[in-house]
């Protein structure tokens, strides 16, 4: 036989064994391989991840973790992902914002390659770097092809079946393609998930996906460099420009010790005071309110014009206000200055373009809309007639009234003495709020900007009793954030419910969500809506806040268990779930915790009070 026969005789035994294995590739059930990713607590080393992005050319492997290093990986079919869907896109989400992360340095390191002369300097700005990182991804989300929603329809499917593809010729190894191919498609299934989930977290295996799945990701880099073209070129040096005019101009960082944080006044009174800014209106000069045991009543000066924008901006100004007051200020009396430039800075408006890319400062339209608040502000009193001390749990009969914001010039200013109780001795008291929460568009993302601060709220009155992981009720998140259910559709009101959810987890902003005891199945029958409402939702912090808060915690008595009696009783837990075949998700529904807290006990991060590890106890004897 010729050389040119035998070509053609291998290229046509290869062709028909590539058709055999798509059939087989075909007759496997759909799935979906979820990844749980742990949560970076340290900084990024960007010069060590610069030299493994010029020396091994990856973008999969650019931090500091073995690729796909995660808690747990989930095999999930099709029936039962769309039974817990929401759960499930939560993970997606994630696994989603860190592939994206991960495209993001790649770009700034591309950038970087191309200014020699500067990558030394670049690399070593920790906080440069860091912001140019949340700049870059909200780039590729904003102005690709990486924030639409078809893209990562379509790598989904690419992924699935590369994979489908690269099981099966590992089975083919072994069975053979005769014996896979008498196979009932049951039987194949089985076969093909059992090798699926042997495999998952086999390193050898990984790389090899990994590999190809590198490929596919560096011809989206590609082609978001030939999108971004000169934009790629000069918006970090922009970004540099304005982060260094910022820090010259005042020091956000050190607004907190938290980095994307600022501290804010945590009380009752301040939190109805924010809620009744988001209800103002034209037609209304006075707001009676009542929250728990706190009582008043807010004054409006006659004539104020007010729109719902205008609303919520005000509440972003009053908590920068608040924030340097704290952070400036040693006493009541003492008078802190504040910049209009602060106050955009702080909310993150960009400065207009001027010529060859330069920043030419912000609009007069901007500064004006701030100006307005400002005004709104200095005319807004307040009238005392009951409040709560923490540490007593008992009303306080006061009255006591006065300005919110005490100007002595135009940007001049002292908090109002209806704060005076707050903000000295044993009912001062401090919460985290994140950067975001002034971030978020005034209209679009209200719902998101108002349930920052119901939460920032919420976690800091439960630090002491770190009861960060207990169920919300969906009616009072909708009241916190001024919704109501739409009674002929409630679908979109949980629709917009759940996407703000999710932007807060993509953002950061939280760690993760998930229903508590709900049936999705109710969810199609009439009348429906009431009984969402009464769903509960549990919402976990992020990281920053619980490493904030713990030595808030009050000491609790003392666990008689030794350390290595912790080590194996987390062992125990994590063993047990695994042999009655539960996720993380399904054992913490069973034991009222959150999958990420469930996660924790089982590798003895955290240890269980009396009462759970009793309940942990009588599960593991179940």
Not at 266 to 272: A, H, I, P, S
Not at 433 to 452: N, S
Not at 602 to 612: A, H, T
């Amino acid at each position: 036989m010729s050389m040119s026969h035998l070509s053609l005789s291998l290229s046509q035994s290869s062709e028909m064994f590539r058709q055999e294995m798509i059939k087989l590739c075909a007759r496997i059930q759909p799935f979906y391989v979820l990844f749980m990713f742990e949560q970076d607590e340290q900084p990024y080393d960007y010069v060590k991840l610069f030299e493994t992005y010029q020396s091994m050319g990856t973008i999969l492997k650019l931090e500091k973790e073995k690729i796909f290093h995660t808690s747990e990986v989930f095999i999930v079919k099709e029936s039962a992902y769309l039974e817990n869907q929401a759960l499930f896109f939560q993970l997606r989400v994630r696994a989603r914002e860190r592939l994206i992360e991960k495209l993001a340095k790649s770009v700034i390191f591309y950038v970087v390659s191309q200014q020699q002369h500067l990558n030394l300097t670049l690399l070593q700005d920790q906080h440069l770097l860091d912001d140019s990182l949340t700049i870059t991804k909200n780039v590729l989300k904003k102005w690709t092809f990486i924030g639409e929603e078809k893209t990562w329809d379509a790598f989904t499917t690419w992924y699935s079946d590369t994979l489908t593809m690269a099981i099966l010729e590992d089975i083919v190894v072994v069975e053979g393609l005769n014996s896979l191919k008498k196979l009932p498609d049951k039987a194949l299934n089985a076969l093909f998930f059992a090798h699926m989930n042997d495999v998952a977290n086999d390193e050898t295996f990984i790389d090899k996906i990994s590999l190809v799945v590198d490929d596919y990701i560096k011809e989206w880099q590609e082609q978001v460099i030939l999108l971004l073209k000169k934009d790629l070129e000069v918006y970090i040096e922009v970004e540099k420009s304005v982060t260094q005019t910022m820090q010259n101009a005042r020091d956000f960082s050190q607004l907190a010790t938290v980095p994307h944080y600022m501290y804010v006044m945590n009380n009752t009174l301040y939190q109805v005071i924010r809620e009744v800014l988001y209800q103002l209106n034209s037609s209304q000069t006075v707001y009676s309110f009542q929250k728990g045991k706190t009582k008043g009543t807010l004054f409006l000066k006659e004539g104020q014009i007010i729109d719902a924008t205008m609303a919520v901006l005000a509440v972003d100004v009053l908590d920068i206000l608040c924030g340097f007051f704290l952070h400036q200020s040693e006493n009541m009396q003492n008078i802190v200055e504040i910049r209009l430039t602060d106050i955009l800075m702080m909310r993150d408006i960009k400065q207009k373009l001027g010529g060859e890319g330069r920043r030419g400062g912000y609009e007069a339209k901007q500064k004006q809309q701030v100006l307005a608040v400002l005004a709104l502000l200095k005319n807004i009193h307040v009238e005392i007639e009951q409040m709560v001390s923490y540490h007593t749990n008992q009303p306080t009969p006061l009255k006591l009234k006065g300005p919110l914001l005490v100007f002595e010039q135009e940007y001049c200013y002292k908090l109002g003495p209806i704060f005076t109780p707050y903000l000295s001795g044993s009912q001062r008291q401090l919460a985290l709020l994140p950067f975001r929460a002034f971030h978020y568009h005034v209209y679009r993302f209200r719902h998101e900007k108002q349930l920052c601060r119901y939460l920032s709220w919420r976690w800091r009155t439960q630090a002491s009793q770190a009861k960060y992981w207990q169920a919300n009720k969906v009616s009072t998140l909708l009241k916190a954030i001024g919704e109501t259910l739409n009674q002929r559709s409630p679908s979109r009101t949980r629709e917009r419910f759940e996407k703000a959810l999710d932007q807060l987890t993509t953002d950061g902003v939280i760690a993760g969500w998930h229903y508590v005891n709900w049936d999705e199945a109710v969810a199609v029958g009439k009348g429906w809506g009431n009984y969402w409402l009464n769903a509960a939702v549990i919402i976990e912090p992020p990281q920053a806040v619980l490493e904030t808060y713990h030595s808030l915690e009050k000491k609790r008595v003392p666990m008689t268990t030794t350390k290595k009696e912790n080590e194996e009783f987390a062992k125990q837990l994590a063993n047990f779930r695994k042999s009655q075949h539960l996720t993380l998700s399904q054992a913490g529904e069973m034991l009222h915790v959150s999958a990420a807290y469930m996660s924790q006990l089982e590798r003895n991060i955290v240890r269980p009070s009396l009462k759970l590890r009793k309940r942990l106890e009588r599960w593991l004897l179940s």
